[in-house]
Each structure stands twice: as structure tokens, then as C-alpha cells.
């Protein structure tokens, strides 16, 4: 078609053709154009599933917040979609207890995830990054991978998987800033797998294989360094410390696992009032 209107605007050119009729050639080419490139477009809209899930766990879904899902074109760092995943937490047995097959699917309906519809028009060298769990700021780490995406080629199923290390961990008591006037005050956190799954003495995801310690500080120096227990209560951990002079003083409590390299951390202070 494009050929023929090339022909015929010379032919027109030729013969002194009136400049009325070359602007009409040119108008219905540019329509021709416009919705061949529409056409093309709809044609090379390409679906792409993004998945992240939590280091020696399962996928990180809404019962966490979901995770941020960004893809950008890694040349330009124009956002092509974003958002987060939704969906449960998958199969403990897939996931967790059964060994990864190759070419095996990890995932299985409702599974959380974050689906793209991207309009390519040709290979395009993305980076893709999930940041997460939503729901815990404080835990928040960031996961990416980079590849190409081609036109029309879906990447769906399993998707992309971005692993997300880590410990969600919460200082429950003392609150932030509370003014303490008892001798020995008790520490207590609370600590889940990125997902959400629950770790405590002989479970799936053992606590008597890792490690959770308070430290307590006094402006910058260390004063105490406590392991902490399981305190009864599935993701519950407490010790106790008995501040020796009255102020202001910083908790940190961090979680680790020497078998998987999970960590995570978490902070607050107290006041102690030397009563």
C-alpha cells in the first residue's frame, strides 16, 4: 500500500498534479501510518507475572502488605508498571518441605503475584525490583533482576521470583519513648518470616536454630547484651535487663539465622527514670 502511494505522488509530481490533491495523498498515508502502528502495538502486548518470596519461605502476599513491584526500561529508568502483589502465601509443601524440580512450578492458584500488560515494540532490557513486606516499613529490603523482555513473549506461570531476605521483626515493649520507673524492665519482641510465617521451638521454621538478641544502649555506649527467649507465644521473644542509672537509652533487637544468613532488626527507646 505505502509503495503504491509512493508511486502515485510521483506520477502526481510528473503531471503538475494540484497541491490539494498531493495534501490529500498525504493525509490518508498518515491515517495508514497511524493505525498500522496502533494495529502493531495491540498485537505485541506482552503479559508478565512478577513474583517475591521470602528467603527460605514462602511468597510475600496481602496478609504482609504485598510487595512493590516496579519494571523499568533499564536505559531510559522510564516506570513501565508498578504495583503490588496480591494473593495468599502459596504452598508450604511446594515452597518449603518438597525439593525445587527443574522446569516444576513453585506457585499454585491465588498464589500472590503482580501481573503487567506491557505494549512493546521491541526487545527491551528491563530491570525489575520488588521491595517488601509493605505492611513492616521497618523491614522493608529491596530485591531486582535484570533481563529482556521481547514482544508478544508472555513470562507467566511461576514469573519472575525475586527473593527477599530477611526477619520482620517488632519491638512490642517498651514502647517507644516510655518512661520505665521499675528496676528491671522487660523486653519483648515479635519476629515472622518476610511472608508472615510464624517461627517458634520445633516448628517448621525452628527457633532453637536461630538467633535473637537485644542490645541496650546508653548514648553511644553498650551497656547490655541479651539473648532472648522464647516466651511462650508462637513469633514471641523476651529477656530482661535492669538499667543501673536513670536516662535515656536505644534497644536494638536483631534476629539470625546461621543455616539460611536471614537477618533483621528492629529499634526503639526508654526512659528510665532512676526511681
Not at 172 to 177: D, G, S
Request: net charge neutral; charged share 20%.
Amino acid at each position: 500500500m505505502f509503495v503504491f502511494y509512493a508511486y502515485l505522488l510521483i506520477h502526481l509530481a510528473e503531471i503538475k498534479a494540484p497541491i490539494t490533491m498531493f495534501k490529500n495523498i498525504l493525509f490518508i498515508l498518515s491515517l495508514s501510518l497511524t493505525f498500522s502502528t496502533m494495529s502493531f502495538a495491540q498485537q505485541d502486548s506482552t503479559k508478565i507475572v512478577v513474583r517475591a518470596v521470602a528467603k527460605d519461605a514462602k511468597f510475600i502476599g496481602t496478609s504482609m502488605g504485598g510487595a512493590h513491584i516496579i519494571i523499568k526500561d533499564a536505559k531510559t529508568g522510564d516506570i513501565l508498571a508498578e504495583g503490588y502483589t496480591e494473593g495468599s502465601t502459596g504452598s508450604t509443601d511446594k515452597l518449603v518441605r518438597e525439593p525445587n524440580q527443574r522446569y516444576g512450578s513453585l506457585s499454585i492458584e491465588g498464589a500472590a503475584k503482580f501481573t503487567a500488560n506491557l505494549a512493546l515494540t521491541q526487545p527491551t532490557f528491563v530491570t525489575v525490583s520488588a521491595t517488601g513486606p509493605m505492611a513492616k516499613k521497618q523491614a522493608h529490603v529491596t530485591s531486582s533482576t535484570q533481563l529482556w523482555l521481547i514482544p508478544g513473549k508472555d513470562i507467566t506461570g511461576d514469573g519472575i521470583i525475586l527473593e527477599i531476605p530477611g526477619f520482620a521483626i517488632d519491638i512490642l515493649q517498651p514502647q517507644t519513648h516510655e518512661v520505665m520507673d521499675k528496676n528491671t524492665i522487660t523486653i519483648t519482641a515479635n519476629a515472622v518470616m518476610m511472608c508472615g510465617c510464624p517461627i517458634k521451638p520445633g516448628g517448621l521454621w525452628n527457633s532453637e536454630e536461630m538467633e535473637f538478641t537485644a542490645i541496650i544502649k546508653k548514648g553511644d555506649e553498650t551497656v547490655a547484651r541479651k539473648q532472648m527467649d522464647y516466651a511462650g507465644k508462637t513469633s514471641t521473644f523476651e529477656t530482661h535487663f535492669s538499667p543501673k542509672e536513670g536516662g535515656a537509652y536505644q534497644i536494638i533487637v536483631y534476629g539470625f539465622d546461621p543455616r539460611t544468613g536471614n537477618t533483621g532488626v528492629d529499634k526503639t527507646t526508654f526512659v528510665f527514670s532512676g526511681q
